[in-house]
């Protein structure tokens, strides 16, 4: 279990917090890039089926959980760690703990060949966790800021819950200092489904529309 959220660094961070001018950066840098981050944002659906082949680079995931270190955390607990994984065994391993799809229940995932190349599973670390803050806003928040820097880079990827398979994660996962409790699974890869926003217009009343998200490929994509 790697902990890239190191205690040094909690201090730090939270220095830079309470003290801005401290030699914190002062401003925001414009974005730059290729693309618009409402473009990114539309881009990044559920995808639950990949090309197994096409590898992500461990110092890529590192970068992006790196990042997600940084956002806001309720009451500057920091309670979170995570566990990349890349290696094709592990993978097996957190693609058994996995449940695909609440929608389809009897639908048991990709088969091989189209599953996950690599995961981030995000733990709380018990021993930081608050009563009076909401870890669950926590990991979405890290959740979606590692899902759009995934999109960004031509990958994609599926936010799974694993409540009902906390027993099957490996001990390992467990220190003698405290337990890491796994709560979101980020299954990430390259995308081979063909997943589209539609815009359609209601009957009634005519004035009103609505936009619809659509998969060709997989009916539970959101």
Known sequence: MGSVTESHYNQQQHRARENPGNGAARSVPRNR???RVQDII????????????????????????DAARLVASSGNAQPLRYAIV?????????????????ALPDWPGPVPGERP???????????????DTFTAWDEGIAAQTIMLQAVEAGFGGCIIRVASKRGAWPKRWASTRTAFQPDLVLA???????????????????????????????????
Do not use: H, M
Not at 51 to 64: C, G, N, Q, Y
Not at 86 to 102: G, H, I, Q, T
Not at 196 to 214: D, E
């Open 33 to 35: 890039g290729r693309f």
């Open 188 to 222: 990430l890869g390259k995308p081979v489904e063909d997943v589209r926003i539609v815009t359609f217009r209601q009957a009634a009343p005519p004035s009103i529309g609505a936009t619809r998200r659509a998969c060709t490929t997989c009916p539970n994509a959101r």
């Open 117 to 131: 190349s690599a995961y981030v599973v995000v733990c709380r670390d018990n021993d930081r966790t608050l009563a």
């Open 86 to 102: 890349s290696d094709e065994r592990a993978c097996e391993r957190v693609f058994s703990c996995c449940a695909w799809a609440k």
């Open 42 to 65: 539309k881009a990044c659906r559920s995808y639950r089926r990949f090309d197994e082949s096409d590898r992500i680079d461990r110092k890529l995931l590192t970068a992006w959980v």
